[in-house]
C-alpha cells in the first residue's frame, strides 16, 4: 500500500509533465475546461467547491495554473487530487511515471 508522500510524489510528476505539455500548447486549458463542464453536473457536493476553485483558475494565466499544477503548497497538493487535466498525457507517458512509482519486486523476499 502507497502513502500518502508517495501518492503526491506520484502525482507531482504526473502534473510536472502536464505542465510541460501546457507551456508548449496552452489549448490543453480547453482540454481541463472540458473535463470542468462534464464533471459539475455530477459532482457531489464536497467536490463542487475544488472544481469552482479549478474553474477559476483555467481562467486565469497559463502561468498562474501550471504554479499549481508544479506547487508543492498545501493548496497545489489539494487541487491536483482533483485535477481536471485528466486525458492531458498518453498512456505511455502515464505510465512510464506510474512504473517509476511501482514498488521494485525484486527487493521483496
Known sequence: MKDHRTIDCRSLALHRLEAGKLRA???LLDLALGNLV???PTASTA?????AEWRALLVSTVDEVIAV???????????????????????????GILREFQPDESRAA
Open 25 to 27: 500548447d496552452s489549448r
Open 38 to 40: 462534464r464533471w459539475e
Open 69 to 95: 499544477l508544479i506547487g508543492e503548497d498545501e493548496r497545489s497538493v489539494r487541487l491536483r487530487q482533483s485535477s481536471p487535466f485528466a486525458g492531458a498525457l498518453t498512456p505511455e507517458e502515464r505510465f
Open 47 to 51: 467536490v463542487r467547491p475544488v472544481l
